[in-house]
């Protein structure tokens, strides 16, 4: 038997359930006997990628862990043994030569299915243990509904993802724009969750320049084991172009700055001209967006000196694709301001 006192077992035991979820290993030792699964399951199915096992001797200290690189196996676990360093030995790092070994599965104690015995014999050959673990997984959401902000902004939403499973898991998250616009918060390989453990997420949607007030995106936000594909949780959000953002029928004037006039004709087809004059000389751009915000071409970027200044739009793309009848906007830009007006196109 080990020289260690019942406190010192009931310290350690106390110091590795407080470690936190995968941030840290066992103790490495000079000697340890290797144990490999071939044949692994989680509900029957072969065990994921990102897959935690974790080897315990019998006083319940961490003394082997691997996370899964392969489906339906791990290897190789060393199950480090106690070195014996000290005099008196008072540090429990693992397992004696007779030690049974407790074997888990994102932390749920696994069924040993051998077909090597799971007895600790130190250094020697390799031992195929094959483990299995019935698990209940369920993965839950919650996240704001709706939100609302100017275009050519980025609006941010908490959302909070929650393991109900019973064990450790391995939740991903997905965020899709429907109109298509530029999201943050994907994260495919996903974060390690504890029985039970909540966590909150920030994800973003970033509403193009010269979006149409009152347009509305929905973003979909999907919460999601890795472990179990069934397991999923999924939560709309709605983003609202709530307020103007310099479009309008009269002209626009910056005082200092420039004016943007009204494109004449409007309608048009099949061109219009887009006029304005800059107070003092400046570096401008001058795009064209369609509905959704997205860039139909750029007319001109660069500088210009004070005055008044045209440029024509023939209706066309960037790569001279004539593009469909529908309204369109046009956007005067530099490094301090930017104004947008709509246009009409109908062929």
């Known amino acids: 038997m080990k020289a260690k006192t019942l406190l010192i077992r009931m310290l350690m035991i106390v110091v590795v359930a407080a470690v936190p979820l995968l941030a ?16 692994c399951t989680i509900n029957g199915l072969p065990i994921p990628l990102g897959t935690e096992i974790t080897a315990f001797d019998p006083q319940n200290v961490l003394c082997g862990r691997f996370v899964t690189d392969s489906i339906g196996v791990y290897g190789t676990l060393h199950v480090y043994g106690d070195d014996f360093a000290s005099v008196p030995d008072t540090v429990d790092e693992g397992c004696v030569g007779g030690d049974h070994i407790t074997f888990k599965i994102n932390g749920k104690v696994a069924t040993k299915l051998g077909p090597a015995n799971d007895v600790w014999v130190g250094i020697g050959a390799t031992k195929v243990m094959n483990l299995a673990i019935t698990q209940a997984f369920d993965v839950a959401a919650t996240a704001p509904p709706e939100g609302s902000d100017t275009a050519g902004t980025i609006v941010s939403y908490d959302v909070i993802v929650t393991n109900n499973g019973n064990g450790i898991d391995l939740i991903a998250l997905s965020v899709v724009s429907k109109s298509g616009w530029d999201v943050t918060g994907i994260d495919s390989l996903g974060k390690y969750y ?23 995106d929905t973003l979909t936000v999907v919460a999601y084991s890795r472990f179990d594909p069934a397991a999923t949780a999924t939560k709309k959000i709605v983003t609202t172009v709530d307020k103007k953002t310099g479009v309008d029928d009269g002209n626009f004037h910056v005082p200092g700055m420039f ?17 304005f004059s800059l107070d003092k000389p400046a570096d401008v751009t ?28 023939n209706g066309t793309d960037g790569n001279g694709q004539g593009v469909a009848s529908g309204v369109y ?8 301001i930017s104004l947008t007006r709509k246009m009409t196109l109908m062929k």
């Open 329 to 336: 906007f046009y956007r005067l830009s530099s490094d301090q």
């Open 24 to 39: 840290q290993g066992p103790t490495p030792t000079n000697v340890w006997t290797d144990f490999v699964g071939l044949q």
């Open 194 to 216: 504890a029985a039970g453990e909540q966590k909150t997420l920030t994800v973003t949607v970033a509403i193009p320049a010269g979006t149409l007030p009152r347009y509305q």
């Open 286 to 313: 001058l795009s064209v967006y369609d509905i959704l915000g997205r860039t139909v071409t750029t007319l001109y970027q660069g500088y210009l000196a004070t005055g008044q200044h045209q440029f024509r739009w």
């Open 259 to 275: 004016t943007l006039n009204q494109n004449f004709p409007n309608p048009f087809n099949p061109e219009t001209v887009i006029s």
